[in-house]
């Protein structure tokens, strides 16, 4: 039991970059010889300083299939190690995964935003990057890092890697240019449309537009009642709450809903497929941005060294054209392809000041609280 807990201090110095993995598997091999033993618990500390794969989640659809291509596939031919990608629908069903697993079970996600990874680090699931081993981390926007390292003390669980819209999609079949521009989030509580309206099962996505609809500060909502019955008139006049991009994209392309909130890369891929939809930003949009964070028990050289590859130019570039959202990649210090510049979202200046992102101190404040309402609005009640 001794060895065991020596073993167990050892992994943990390793996983937050105090040795090296020569130098662990080195101290492995020594003691093991010592002892004459290399059974269980051991071998799962060999594993975890040379592992064969490494496991990732995401959002699936377009998103993953960009990620295979120019991301994972190639990775594997470089290294050896292969990438087990798996998909999830939201980020709440995820979470309650990965706090259900055993460590190392979960290594790397395409989380989305802020929120997010403040969730993740009250819960004591962040890593620790080691910064060294991630060079490329040079050439990504300042201002996507600064609002995770205020989170951790300075210190990365994850790298900014795209960033995009949850903004306005409408078929312009149906619904003109002028009528979004005029009615702007409203025009998903017009009665008008009733039964051709779709949107996001998020309660976070459901409360900002329900802002938006009651002309309120998302980030400062004053009138709460008013939000709720926004979101009760929207309820009523939906067909339906898509739960994932490929469902986002079926609803519009099949022409069952006219007009919902709608994910700025996956409305820029269905117009890519010959689709007619339009895209809006309201004032006050809600901006996002997703990183690929670290889980904490991940075996943290080799994930470190896949973030690495995929912040390579030519890999970030190549995804971005593949999943249609912009890079976390500053265009200051970066030459981006014309396609990249074209894609809904893209800043030039790379500061992002024109959008608006959730505050993470003010949602998490309220996430208990809203979540369990929402839950209730959406049953009906």
Not at 39 to 47: D, E, L
Not at 146 to 154: A, S, W
Not at 198 to 223: C, F, H, M, V
Not at 237 to 244: D, E, I, P, Q, R
Request: with cysteine; net charge negative; charged share 25%.
């Amino acid at each position: 039991m001794d060895n065991t807990k020596r073993y167990e201090r050892l992994l943990d110095r390793y996983r937050h970059g105090d040795v090296s993995r020569r130098n662990f598997l080195g101290l492995i091999g020594a003691s093991t010889a010592t002892y004459g033993v290399m059974g269980s618990p051991f071998t799962k500390f060999a594993r975890a300083a040379n592992p064969d794969q490494v496991r990732f989640d995401g959002w699936g659809g377009v998103v993953s299939e960009a990620f295979r291509e120019h991301a994972f596939n190639p990775y594997t031919e470089k290294t050896g190690i292969s990438v087990v990608d798996g998909t999830f629908g939201g980020a709440d069903e995820y979470l309650a995964r990965v706090r259900a697993s055993q460590d190392g079970e979960f290594n790397l996600a395409h989380l989305s935003g802020v929120f997010d990874y403040a969730r993740y680090h009250s819960l004591g699931l962040t890593s620790e990057i080691n910064e060294n081993n991630i060079p490329n981390l040079a050439n990504v926007i300042p201002a996507l890092q600064r609002v995770f390292r205020d989170i951790t003390d300075g210190k990365l669980s994850a790298v900014p890697y795209n960033y995009g819209t949850t903004s306005i999609a409408y078929n312009r079949k149906f619904i003109s240019d002028d009528e979004v521009k005029e009615k702007g989030a409203k025009v998903m509580v017009d009665k008008a449309h009733k039964g051709k309206i779709g949107g996001w099962s998020d309660w976070k996505t459901r409360i900002w537009y329900g802002a938006l609809q009651t002309g309120q500060d998302p980030n400062n909502i004053e009138d709460v009642e008013a939000v709720w019955a926004a979101i009760r008139t929207n309820r009523d006049l939906v067909l339906k709450y898509w739960a994932s991009g490929a469902e986002l994209m079926s609803l519009l392309a099949e022409e069952e809903i006219h007009v919902t909130e709608g994910w700025s890369g996956r409305i820029k891929a269905l117009q890519n497929q010959g689709h007619d939809i339009g895209y809006y930003d309201p004032p006050n949009g809600l901006g996002w941005q997703e990183c690929i964070f670290v889980i904490k028990g991940s075996p943290m050289e080799a994930c470190e060294e896949l973030v690495n590859f995929m912040l390579e130019p030519e890999v970030a570039i190549a995804v971005a054209e593949g999943q249609s959202y912009p890079p976390s990649l500053d265009p200051l210090k970066v030459e981006l392809t014309d396609k990249v510049k074209g894609l809904p979202a893209f800043d030039p200046s790379g500061t992002l000041s024109g959008l608006t992102f959730f505050n993470a101190d003010y949602w998490n404040g309220h996430e208990a609280e809203w979540a369990k309402q929402y839950s209730r609005v959406e049953r009906g009640y």
